[in-house]
């Protein structure tokens, strides 16, 4: 049974709780990714303008079979866009390439470009602002349901909280076994900001960890799925990725339950030493220890 629950937003909308990732699938493979991953029962696909793969992944949800409205589209304003025209600007490029009229979830990828990511100097607080204001007009004008962040760490959020028309739906975290941000978890339940977990699987880093795979073997399922729905008891939304179908179907096969004990022994499991080859990402190489 494929998993389909639902995550209420603040803004009065909801969100599937298990999402397909679409981060380093190529724009040829990205519809028919899309494809298979709605025919197996994914509800909801995360893209965004830096993936490069916005025309293939709108290929795939329009050529998909299943109704518009019963899928959940995201896609994330580029980091390096921090002024009101050029946020503007890209997000309607964004829904030209995707062939779509209105995203589900608009996003502001990063709260600093990628080569001052969590520079301590410059939170880029009034860019995001104006980065936001786009954002806001763009959901006034049909063109996003909801709108949210990424990357945004607290003072990052209260910025946007404080100052915004509109308070963030989410923010897209990176969040697994082995290094999940706990406080700031709690500090965006706090405020009604929904929490989605990126790289829930580690970016493939905690595939052959022995206490992940030891808890997962009690369970007899696989590492990926003990840490999807590890995620998803957390009370946040997974987006696992993967072109891989026999992956798709195995990522959305939860039904079990992880106990009490085991989340406790899931949530102390100690944090990786690196995302190995990954690690020059800086997603990655900034959050770790
Ligand atoms: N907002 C941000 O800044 C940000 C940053 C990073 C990621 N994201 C989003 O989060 C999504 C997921 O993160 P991610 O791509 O970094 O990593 P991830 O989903 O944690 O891990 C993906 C890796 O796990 C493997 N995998 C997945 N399911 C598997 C299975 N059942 N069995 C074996 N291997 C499996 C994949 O291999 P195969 O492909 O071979 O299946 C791939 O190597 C991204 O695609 C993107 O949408 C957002």
Avoid at 83 to 103: F, H, K, N, P, T
Avoid at 130 to 154: C, H, P, Q, T, Y
């Amino acid at each position: 049974m494929t998993y389909n629950e639902k995550i209420d937003l603040d803004d009065g909308t909801s969100i599937p709780a298990l999402g397909l990732g679409t981060w380093l699938i190529d724009d040829a493979d990205a519809a028919q990714a899309v494809e298979d991953a709605v025919s197996v029962g994914y509800r909801h696909v995360d893209t965004a303008q830096a993936y490069g793969n916005e025309a293939g992944v709108g290929a795939g949800i329009r050529r998909c079979g299943v109704p518009r409205e019963e899928l959940f589209v995201t896609t994330k304003v580029a980091a390096e866009n921090k002024s009101y025209d050029s946020a503007a600007a890209s997000i309607d490029e964004s829904l030209a390439r995707l062939g779509l009229d209105r995203v589900d979830l608009l996003i502001i990828h990063s709260p600093q470009p990628w080569a001052e990511f969590r520079a301590d100097d410059n939170h880029y607080y009034a860019e995001n602002l104006e980065v936001w204001r786009a954002m806001e007009d763009a959901r006034a004008a049909g063109k996003a349901r909801s709108i949210g962040v990424s990357n945004f760490l607290v003072d990052d959020l209260k910025n946007i909280i404080d100052n915004g028309r509109v308070r963030p739906a989410v923010n897209q975290v990176l969040a697994h076994v082995g290094n999940t941000p706990f406080e700031l978890i709690d500090f965006c339940t706090g405020n009604d900001v929904a929490v989605e977990a990126y790289s829930p699987v580690a970016h493939g880093a905690i595939l052959n960890d022995d206490e992940v795979l030891a808890v997962a073997a009690a369970y007899g399922v696989s590492v990926p799925q003990l840490c999807i729905r590890y995620i998803l008891q957390l009370g946040l939304v997974a987006l696992p990725k993967t072109a891989n179908r026999s992956h798709m179907e195995q990522n959305a096969a939860l039904d079990f339950t992880i106990s009490e004990d085991d989340m406790a022994r899931l949530r102390a499991v100690k944090p990786l030493e690196s995302y190995g080859e990954h690690s020059f990402f800086p997603v990655f190489s900034t959050q770790l220890g």
